[in-house]
């Protein structure tokens, strides 16, 4: 059909997650780490679709995409409303400034 | 180069340069804007793969939704005024080797791996055979999915509440 094979479509995936992975570790805001695991998490779920496109898997690949958004979703929710609790004992989301276990 | 593979390198690097603005950029609420190109551009790489449910389901749930609650989160938890320090970035080198040693590991499993190319199948609409699979073979992830959202959305409410001591 086209002249992109499945080692473009790996390679590409690698470029986002080794992206989203930089993002996680050098960030220190934890809403910049949150956005650095939705790349990571993009990242996995193009894998998935792109190699179950190129496998004849069916509709399985999308589905398991699927299946990632809505845990991205429902991680998201949680992650933000801990993100705003930390915020209202601590007064940052610095996450080196945030060592205290007792509030 | 047919036209389909320069449409295919035009998203990979509209994809890859919004998420290196994601992962470098100094400010927290540009992140963010990267974030929205990065997450449209994987969008527009799903219809490419011929999965336009799956296309417009991104463009619901990450950009309708995802990104609009980190939004939300950001104005929240910064005071207008403090801009300069909002997306504090430490230990970059250290940080740039080991992703770029994850990176070299993975091109090279790519490049040497034997892959196996079936015959590819023709761009037809999936919505319909995405619900079918929903309501069939998919049916249990597909109820306990639902009650993680149920869970997760009691959870956000008691975790952001403001608590009140009697």
């Known amino acids: 059909m086209d002249g992109v094979g499945v080692q473009s479509w790996v390679i590409l995936s690698a470029i986002l997650f080794v992206l989203g992975l930089f993002c996680v570790l050098t960030r220190r805001n934890a809403l910049g780490i949150l956005m650095g695991i939705e790349l990571v998490l993009n990242a996995a779920s193009l894998n998935v679709v792109a190699l179950a496109h190129y496998a004849s898997l069916g509709r399985d690949g999308q589905l398991f995409a699927i299946f990632v958004i809505m845990l991205a979703a429902a991680e998201a929710a949680i992650g933000l409303a801990i993100v705003l609790g930390i915020y209202q004992s601590f007064e940052t989301i610095d996450v080196d400034a945030t060592d205290r276990l007792r509030g | ?166």
Do not use: C
């Open chain 2, 1 to 166: 180069m047919s036209p389909t593979t320069v449409v295919f390198y035009l998203l990979a690097a509209f994809t890859v340069a919004s998420a290196f603005g994601v992962a470098v950029s100094t400010h927290i609420v540009y992140s963010a804007f990267a974030l929205m190109g990065t997450l449209l551009g994987v969008a527009a790489l799903y219809v490419f793969l011929g999965a336009d449910f799956l296309g417009a389901i991104q463009l619901l749930v990450y950009v309708g939704g995802i990104l609009v609650l980190s939004l939300f989160a950001i104005m929240l938890t910064h005071r207008i005024a403090d801009v300069h320090v909002s997306n504090r970035a430490v230990g970059r080198v250290p940080a740039a080797v080991v992703a770029l040693l994850v990176f070299v590991g993975l091109v090279r499993v790519a490049s040497r791996a034997a892959w196996v190319v079936w015959d590819r199948q023709a761009l037809v609409p999936t919505t319909a055979a995405i619900g079918h699979a929903f309501l069939g073979r998919w049916l249990l992830p597909f109820e306990v999915a639902s009650l993680v959202l149920l869970v997760a959305l009691i959870g956000a409410v008691v975790l952001s509440r403001k608590e009140v001591r009697p």
